[in-house]
């Protein structure tokens, strides 16, 4: 199991910009993907975007066109650029490693690892 860690969590207004940082020490070397989620109070886990080893990504309809995700594989380290946020973006988001075509069998258990979680809260 990887040890992953998120940062960059806050408060900010709506309309205001937030980045999120995981990082995940081998996850790059290792094949695995990274996904964000995030849960706010009182509902379902939702899934935010994902990051593929080969750099591809993909987003939920509620964040397309305003939020960001990308990588640097050097620093095995995945951002989550968040602008134009909304109240409803409110939620403890978290990061999680994937299993991807690139993952190689003996690094499944590696790439299915969940981070703490950052608190965003934005307010009216």
């Known amino acids: 199991q990887v040890q992953l860690v998120e940062s960059g969590g806050g408060s900010v207004q709506a309309g205001g910009s937030l980045r999120l940082s995981c990082t995940a020490p081998?996850?790059?070397?290792?094949?695995?993907?990274m996904d964000w989620y995030r849960q706010a109070a009182g509902k379902q886990r939702e899934w935010v975007s994902s990051?593929?080893?080969?750099?591809?990504?993909v987003y939920a309809d509620s964040v397309k066109g305003r939020f960001t995700i990308s990588k640097d594989k050097a620093k095995d380290t995945v951002y989550l650029q968040m602008n134009s946020l909304k109240p409803e973006d409110t939620a403890m988001y978290s990061c999680?490693?994937?299993?991807?075509?690139?993952?190689?069998?003996?690094?499944?258990?590696?790439?299915?690892?969940w981070g703490q979680g950052t608190q965003v809260t934005v307010s009216s």
């Open positions: 999680k490693t994937s299993i991807t075509s690139y993952t190689l069998y003996s690094d499944y258990e590696s790439c299915a690892s």
């Open positions: 081998g996850f790059t070397s290792n094949g695995c993907g």
């Open positions: 990051i593929s080893t080969d750099g591809s990504t």
